[in-house]
T-cell receptor, first 115, second 111 residues
Framework: DQQVKQNSPSLSVQEGRISILNCDYT??????FLWYKKYPAEGPTFLISISSIKDKNEDGRFTVFLNKSAKHLSLHIVPSQPGDSAVYFC??????????????FGKGTRLSVIA | KAGVTQTPRYLIKTRGQQVTLSCSPI?????VSWYQQTPGQGLQFLFEYFSETQRNKGNFPGRFSGRQFSNSRSEMNVSTLELGDSALYLC??????????FGPGTRLTVL
């Protein structure tokens, strides 16, 4: 049972336009969400995160939106640049008394930004 | 500050063999997690070590094991390798489990 789903395996966007990557989750206990970016032959790098007490978090060109009622989050990249071409992973966890649970990752979306 | 390092970067083994992968976390990070990434799959959590103790474990068979040393360096071992174990194995270190920094991974190929 996949608790974090990225239903679009790939996405192509023109340079300068907005890229929107989507992620759905099924476990309502998740209260912390992250996006990672991965280039080939490298490990994932942290991009941006959001806590469930917020519905938006912004960092430069990257904005993450969280809709708790729909169990949906999205990552917006504006404007998209060719260097943004990578695989993007959505991840989620929740807080126990002993600390956060391990991250649960989606399968990733491959973003291609076309010049 | 140096990042997470993993050795070796590439490894080729045959079925039935065993393999040991190594991970050195970012200095000061006491939590080390291991993930398996296979084509078409996301990152699947293997286990997490904190202060030399396994704190969390994913849904993998007992052939997959790990340990952590007093300097926070970690190793994972896979015994009796199967073709399906071919994957990218990623190590991540963190101060807090929800903010993980990944190494470049070890690409394991089982023939």
């Amino acid at each position: 049972d996949q608790q974090v789903k990225q239903n679009s395996p790939s996405l192509s966007v023109q340079e300068g336009r907005i890229s929107i990557l989507n992620c759905d989750y099924t476990n309502s206990m998740f209260d912390y969400f992250l996006w990672y970016k991965k280039y080939p032959a490298e490990g994932p790098t942290f991009l941006i995160s959001i806590s469930s007490i917020k519905d938006k978090n912004e960092d430069g060109r990257f904005t993450v939106f969280l809709n708790k009622s729909a169990k949906h989050l999205s990552l917006h990249i504006v404007p998209s640049q060719p260097g943004d071409s990578a695989v993007y992973f959505c991840a989620a966890s929740f807080l126990l008394n002993s600390g956060n649970t391990p991250l649960v990752f989606g399968k990733g979306t491959r973003l291609s930004v076309i010049a | 500050k140096a990042g997470v390092t993993q050795t070796p970067r590439y490894l080729i083994k045959t079925r039935g063999q065993q393999v040991t992968l190594s991970c050195s976390p970012i200095s000061g990070h006491r939590s080390v997690s291991w993930y398996q990434q296979t084509p078409g799959q996301g990152l699947q959590f293997l286990f997490e070590y904190f202060s030399e103790t396994q704190r969390n474990k994913g849904n993998f068979p007992g052939r997959f094991s790990g340990r952590q040393f007093s300097n926070s360096r970690s190793e994972m071992n896979v015994s009796t390798l199967e073709l399906g174990d071919s994957a990218l194995y990623l190590c991540a270190s963190s101060l807090r489990l929800n903010e993980q920094f990944f190494g470049p991974g070890t690409r394991l190929t089982v023939l």
